[in-house]
Nanobody
């Protein structure tokens, strides 16, 4: 099976920065798109950023110019550099990956990491 493990969340003051990581492990042949989602308190989960295997990226309007998604294909890891953080960025952040294993191609979720932006 495939596991995604996020790390790097925490408490940060407004204007601060955090870097999230998500490492995939297991019987992986290839990873296609890797995404970051977030779920603010009391709200639905929303897409934050996407990166393709060829490094094409997409960002939600709310994070453009502040967040940067990147990946290391050799390590099966995706990153989210978050700068100029705002209180409205407070959420549980989840990574999601489109993974090809020997059995099938499926999307997997990580367990989530809490990001809190507060003074």
């Amino acid at each position: 099976q495939v596991q995604l493990v996020e790390s790097g969340g925490g408490l940060v003051q407004p204007g601060g920065s955090l870097r999230l990581s998500c490492a995939a492990s297991g019987s992986i042949f290839s990873i296609y798109d890797m995404d970051w989602y977030r779920q603010p308190p009391g709200k639905q989960r929303e897409l934050v950023a996407t990166i393709s295997r060829g490094d094409s990226t997409y960002y939600a309007d709310s994070v453009k110019g502040r967040f940067t998604i990147s990946r290391d294909n050799a390590k099966n890891t995706v990153y989210l550099q978050m700068n100029s953080l705002k209180p409205e960025d407070t959420a549980v952040y989840y990574c999601n990956a489109d993974v090809q294993t020997e059995i099938a191609r499926m999307r997997y979720w990580g367990q989530g990491t809490q990001v809190t932006v507060s003074s």
